[in-house]
């Protein structure tokens, strides 16, 4: 049984129609990407297994149970967190409250202390600023702080929606690293990106999408040549 | 310029600061500007009529246990329903719940104001370095200050305020974090009551009487406020409502004889300057506009 599984999935607002039949599936401990260019539907697909948007049909699964239609609060719950596109940290809360409030769903206030203290050793820059305003911190800096404050619910499946989005190349590659990192530790990652090349270099499998569904899926687990062949024809795509 | 008008200044300023704080609040976690608001000061104030009688203590809790039963209500039957509506829809809403407690306060309590009996042992003064402050001043100033203080520490140290900063910012990020908007916002409302309630305790303590119509005068001064301070950010709230209760004061005792008539529209005046200059506030708020 498939960790997350997404089958038949359409997103409609109004009568345009942002992803027509998706499929797809992340397992226990891998780590997915899913790509495509801009207004493919892959944001959408994001808000809709979070529980941010409805699907008009089709149906999400997590651990088995079905979430479609369930409240964000809900799915966060099961053990799906989200790190959105544009990080949307609360820039007017410190450091350390962006964390605090990112381990809400956990009853135990103690064991979210010692959660966010393990953070801010795991991310030392998110130590150094705890008492900071969120919103003084650089876009990587941020980006740390969006991953970390979804990883205080502690989840079984990350959800990252564009991390690279507006990014330095070489904070790209910090965050791309971080996500290694996170999947060599075992984490269940389902990662929405722009960046084709990276995101199927990073990831053991890849789906990709156009105009609202996927046309290719297949096991990347960091080949380096099928990563330029997928960007070469996905930019061709592009140009179409 | 006698030194006595600040001090005068400074009373009103504190007080319109804290009727700005509560209407404020609300604002920032839901955007809902309500302007039903200074019905819950009203309902303090005939709340206070009927404790009168009451050791001090019990009129205080009475109080604010009615005012912040009236606001939950307002938040559970008028607001919740309409929340994903559009602000138009939730300002009319607030409008017309403003206009039903009003006629509702009329039905029960009758068109003509209720006497109130002075509360005469906050009419003592005091009189330091040649200035004369009564105690009624006093409290207010430390009430305000306490109010501003406890305000503070509760957003700031325990977990439903920084849930609370956590909403105002990002309602939508917010959810997806795991926070309960239903509790943030029943949460805002218990605190905006309990701001009407210890502003209706301050005010009317210096009136003679409650009328059905006694909210009117402080939902304008706490809506302009929050407007020249900044909608969405407390701290550009508490110093708008400061400063229409200080510039007014000082108008009133400034301004020639034949002039003070037209205080209000002094101060007015001034508002527009400072929205022509500042159009988000003095402290503005990232997002919001006027």
Known sequence: MSLLELSGVRICYGNAVAVKALDLHVDE????????????????????????????????????????????????????????????????????????VGGTVRSD???????????????????????RMAGLLSGGEQQQLAIARALMSKPRLLLLDEPSLGLAPQIVEQVFDLLEELRKQGSSILLVEQNAAQAIRAADRYYLMRTGGVIESEAAGGDQAKADQVESAYLHFGKA | MNPQYIVDAIGTGALYSLMTLGLALVFSVMGLMNFAYGQLVMIGGFSIILLRSQPWWLLILGTILVVVFFSLLMERLAFRPVRNATAMTMLVT???????????????????????????????????????????????????????????????????GIQLRASTEDVGMAALVGIKSNRVIAAAFVISGTIAAIVAILFFATRTNVSWSSGDSIVLIAFVGAVIGGLGSMVGAAL???????????????????????????????????????????IAAKGVRV
């Open chain 1, 29 to 100: 401990g891998e780590f997915v990407a899913l790509i495509g260019h801009n207004g493919v539907g892959k944001s959408s697909t994001v808000k809709a297994i979070a529980g941010v948007v409805k699907p008009t049909s089709g149906s999400i699964k997590f651990e088995g149970n079905d979430i479609l239609g369930q409240q964000p609060g809900a799915i966060l719950r099961r053990g799906i967190a989200v790190v959105p596109e544009g990080r949307r940290i609360f820039t007017r809360l410190t450091v350390g409250e962006n964390l605090t």
């Open chain 2, 240 to 282: 708008g409502g400061f400063l229409m209760g200080f510039v007014y004061t000082m108008l009133n005792a400034l301004l020639p004889m034949e002039l003070r008539v037209f205080a209000d529209a002094f101060l007015y005046t001034l508002v527009i300057m400072v929205l022509l200059i500042r159009p988000g506030g003095l």
């Open chain 2, 94 to 160: 607030s409008f017309a719940l403003a206009q039903f407690l009003q006629q509702l306060a009329r039905v029960a309590f009758g068109a003509n104001p209720k006497p109130l009996e002075q509360f005469s042992e906050l009419s003592v003064q005091y009189e330091f370095a040649g200035l004369i402050v009564s105690r009624q001043i006093i409290l207010t100033l430390v009430t305000t200050i306490l109010v501003l203080i406890g305000l503070a520490l509760l957003l700031r140290k325990t977990n439903i």
């Open chain 1, 109 to 131: 206030r103690v064991e979210v202390k010692k959660s966010s203290a393990e953070m801010m050793a795991r991310f030392p820059v998110l130590g150094k600023y705890a008492d």
